[in-house]
């Protein structure tokens, strides 16, 4: 009885453990070192390579919030010209959507802010990222490492380059509400995110 109970012990801990593991995003083609991933927004469609092989806890994080289809209708809520267009965080309503938690900063994995690159948006602390990202919309090179942590860029635009110029040149206003710079009068929408199949 007591060796029945020990081993019925042993497959629920072993399924916890499984289920917690898989819950990361590796479980989303763990194969694939370069997912790709199609953003339909508001003004078109954008085609993003993720790099897991240089960024695999960022690649993962972003695809689990891909994966429970948390990004959709959320909002691009800062624009700023040659510089980013960042969201993922909010919904229409300016709510702020629910995160799985911190993650590492992986910013020394070799990828650089430049132009067209995906990259994790955070706050002071370099460990902060969460949920949200922007585009780089120039050559952002005091995002990268140096004497202190940069931003982790994680992947890069392969189409829909012309969809960002567009968003990076949409009109924008102090929002005296929330207190924010650079919000498009116009909402930008992020319609959907999907993971397309490999190959």
């Given at each position: 009885m007591?060796?029945?109970?020990?081993?019925?012990y042993i497959v629920i801990a072993s399924s916890l453990t499984s289920a917690k593991a898989k819950d990361d995003g590796s479980?989303?083609?763990?194969?694939?070192?370069?997912?790709?991933?199609?953003?339909?927004?508001?003004?078109?469609?954008?085609?993003?390579?993720?790099?897991?092989?240089?960024?695999p806890i960022t690649v993962n994080n972003f695809l689990r919030y891909v994966d429970k289809r948390s990004y959709e209708d959320t909002i691009f809520h800062r624009i700023v010209p040659d510089f980013v267009v960042q969201g993922g965080g909010y919904d229409?309503?300016?709510?702020?959507?629910?995160?799985?938690?911190?993650?590492?900063?992986?910013?020394?994995?070799?990828l650089k802010n430049v132009m067209y690159n995906i990259t994790m948006a955070r706050q002071s602390d370099p460990h902060s990222a969460t949920r949200q990202f922007f585009f780089n919309m120039s050559n952002n090179d005091s995002l990268n490492p140096g004497?202190?942590?940069?931003?982790?860029?994680?992947?890069?635009?392969?189409?829909?380059?012309?969809?960002?110029?567009?968003?990076?040149?949409?009109?924008?206003?102090?929002?005296?509400?929330?207190?924010?710079?650079?919000?498009p009068v116009e909402q930008v929408i992020l319609i959907k995110v999907m993971v397309l199949p490999p190959g």
């Open positions: 007591l060796k029945t109970i020990f081993v019925a479980h989303i083609q763990p194969g694939n070192y370069y997912p790709h991933v199609k953003m339909v927004t508001s003004m078109g469609d954008i085609i993003v390579e993720l790099d897991r092989s240089r960024a229409s309503n300016f709510l702020e959507k629910p995160s799985f938690g911190k993650i590492f900063n992986e910013s020394g994995n070799g004497k202190n942590w940069g931003y982790t860029a994680f992947g890069s635009v392969v189409e829909g380059y012309e969809v960002l110029d567009k968003m990076a040149a949409v009109k924008t206003n102090f929002d005296p509400k929330y207190g924010w710079s650079d919000v």
